[in-house]
């Protein structure tokens, strides 16, 4: 019998799996689950802000970015179940026999393929969670004071999503075929993933700050 996807658990049920020594789910899904949480944090300083005459000017921006922190949502939590799959796959082939010259060359290659997808999820999961940072960004400028301590913690959790995706692309890299351009490009794009990261994060929390203070 298979499980139920892991959006669908309890909470409850979803730390347990985490807590336990399954090889699924792991870091690589938390990390998605964790950028959802903060799309949907987003989400919600957008819907308080909505419908308020205070807000009115910044009313069809505020629809604007909770419709895209919507869609990132539910990209993240879509990759949070690909991850699992994917390393899943990882596991499966380094349980393979390397009995001999044949079987060790079969299971490494196969360890090899099933490393991309596991390289390249986490790889599009720091993208999608550094767009949930943007967003949480840009709503914590213009939408409602009373939530912005939202906006900023949406903001905390999109960029660990975002680090946590780049340490499981790191992990991956070594298994990865011998020729694949990722392990040539994976440096370059995590260095101008953590560089955005670093930058927007910042950014965020000193308007959260700011409008906190005054």
Known sequence: ???????????????ERLASRAPVPGGGSANAL???LGAALVEMVCELTLGKPEYE????????I???AGELRGSLLAAAEEDATAYLAVVVARRLPRDGDEQRAARK???GEASVAATEIPLRVGRLAAKVLDLAASIASIGNRNAVS???AAALLAAAAARGAALNVRI????LPDAHPLRAE?????????SSVTKREAEALATVSRRMSG
Not at 57 to 64: G, K, L, S
Not at 186 to 194: I, K, N
């Open 172 to 175: 991956n890299l070594p298994s």
């Open 150 to 152: 939202d906006a900023g």
């Open 1 to 15: 019998m298979s499980s139920p996807p892991l959006a669908e658990l309890t909470v409850r049920d979803l730390t």
């Open 57 to 64: 000017e910044v009313d069809p921006v505020a629809r604007q």
């Open 66 to 68: 909770g419709a895209a």
């Open 109 to 111: 290659a196969a360890i």
């Open 186 to 194: 994976a440096g370059v794009r995590l260095a101008e993933l953590d």
């Open 34 to 36: 964790v950028g959802a």
